[in-house]
């Protein structure tokens, strides 16, 4: 699977982004995507997946409410709308896929593995 994110940029706390991961090379809707966020200096962490075949999607608590994943099956798409940004949502964002289904592991980067190459989300206070 090859994934290619987009969307990233600039934007003021409060503010708006959408994030694209078009992936290929493999039926999307047999592998589960999700987002990860690596800020400056942290480790990456989860954000939010969807479960392939049409399962849940589920997010880290500290996106609840403000991000939302979808994917659009027919064109190979996985989208992830960011609301009411923050300062501390600052960070690369990585698409990651995976054939895997097992729910106790999608939290977790180890079960991903094909990574997009990121895109940069700043947030200005």
């Known amino acids: 699977v090859q994934l290619q994110a987009s969307g990233g940029g600039l934007v003021q706390a409060g503010g708006s982004l959408r994030l694209s991961c078009a992936a290929s090379g493999r039926t999307f809707r047999t592998v589960t995507m999700a987002w990860f966020r690596q800020a400056a200096g942290k480790e990456r962490q989860f954000v939010a997946a969807?479960?392939?075949?049409?399962?849940?999607?589920f997010y880290a608590d500290s996106v609840k409410g403000r991000f939302t994943l979808s994917r659009n099956n027919a064109e190979n798409t996985v989208y992830l709308q960011l609301n009411s940004l923050k300062p501390e949502d600052a960070a690369v964002y990585y698409c990651?896929?995976?054939?895997?289904?097992?729910?106790?592991?999608?939290?977790?980067?180890?079960?991903?593995?094909?990574w997009g190459q990121g895109t940069l989300v700043t947030v200005s206070s």
């Open positions: 990651a896929a995976t054939s895997t289904d097992i729910i106790s592991s999608l939290r977790l980067e180890g079960a991903y593995a094909y």
């Open positions: 969807s479960r392939r075949n049409g399962g849940s999607t």
